[in-house]
């Protein structure tokens, strides 16, 4: 379902659950050593899934390791981003040609637990995610802002190489068209010789799962 929020030109790949033929090179194995089980279980079949994505796009499918961060090391001339939560992993990829820098995450469609909310949204984006719950029901927006600020930053960090903390970026969703923008109030990004105030993403929630993902084009 990822490929429905991405640009035609994102290749994606996405599993329910860990998949048994999911395998790590011995350098990808080494970062995950030490963690237990589940976690091991979803780096493997997300990166499994980032190669099923990198071999779509015609790129090499080799081992991706982990750069500043936490980030992700693309090969070169590809950029992408990969999520994982209870039941769902996923990798999207694509060339720099049509997108800039990328960044998904998914997450339980649950309610954020008590206190979450006040920690993540600032002042107005409480007050909007309290409307959207009585306004457009069965959808959790408390989890779906705190998604689509993962995803913020996920495409941000490649751009900026520094952080962005949760009260720096105000989003705005629309609920009917499935879009949302982020107001970057950390300071615009550079992509190129472009300065942007702002990211545009789009949201989906089914299967059990809320799912984010903002994609810049080139
Ligand atoms: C890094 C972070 C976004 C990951 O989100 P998460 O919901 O915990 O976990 P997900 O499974 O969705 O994503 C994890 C993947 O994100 C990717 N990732 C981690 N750090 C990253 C970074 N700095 N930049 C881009 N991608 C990153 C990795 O591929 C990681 O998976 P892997 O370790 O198996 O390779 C989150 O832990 C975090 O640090 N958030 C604080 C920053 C933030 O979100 N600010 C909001 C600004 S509005």
């Known amino acids: ?8 030109e994102v290749e994606t790949a996405e599993a329910y659950g860990d998949l048994a033929e999911a395998t790590l090179f011995p350098e990808e194995a080494l970062l995950v050593k030490s963690a237990v089980q589940q976690r091991r279980g979803e780096f ?12 779509r796009l015609g790129a090499p499918a080799g081992a991706i390791l982990t ?26 990829v694509a060339r720099p040609a049509h997108v800039t820098s990328i960044g998904v995450d998914a997450e339980p469609a649950l309610p954020l637990p008590s206190g979450v909310l006040e920690a993540v949204a ?16 069965g959808i959790p927006w408390d989890r779906l802002l705190f998604s689509a600020k993962e995803s913020v930053y996920k495409a ?5 190489r520094r ?25 615009p990004a550079r992509a190129g010789d472009r ?16 799912l984010t993902a903002v994609a810049i084009p080139a």
């Open 1 to 8: 379902m990822i490929e429905r929020i991405v640009p035609a």
């Open 44 to 55: 493997a079949t997300a990166r499994h899934c980032a190669r099923q994505a990198l071999t």
């Open 67 to 92: 750069g500043e961060r936490g980030s992700p090391l693309w090969p070169r001339g590809v950029v992408g981003s990969i999520t994982h939560c209870a039941g769902y992993r996923a990798a999207v």
């Open 122 to 137: 600032l002042p107005d984006e409480q007050i909007a995610v309290k409307e959207l719950l009585e306004s457009v029901p």
């Open 156 to 160: 941000w960090f490649p751009l900026t």
């Open 163 to 187: 952080f962005l903390e949760f009260e720096q970026a105000r989003l705005v969703f629309d609920p009917v068209g499935g879009t949302f923008t982020a107001h970057l109030l950390a300071g």
């Open 195 to 210: 300065t942007l105030h702002t990211f545009d993403g789009r949201w989906l929630s089914e299967k059990g799962i809320v």
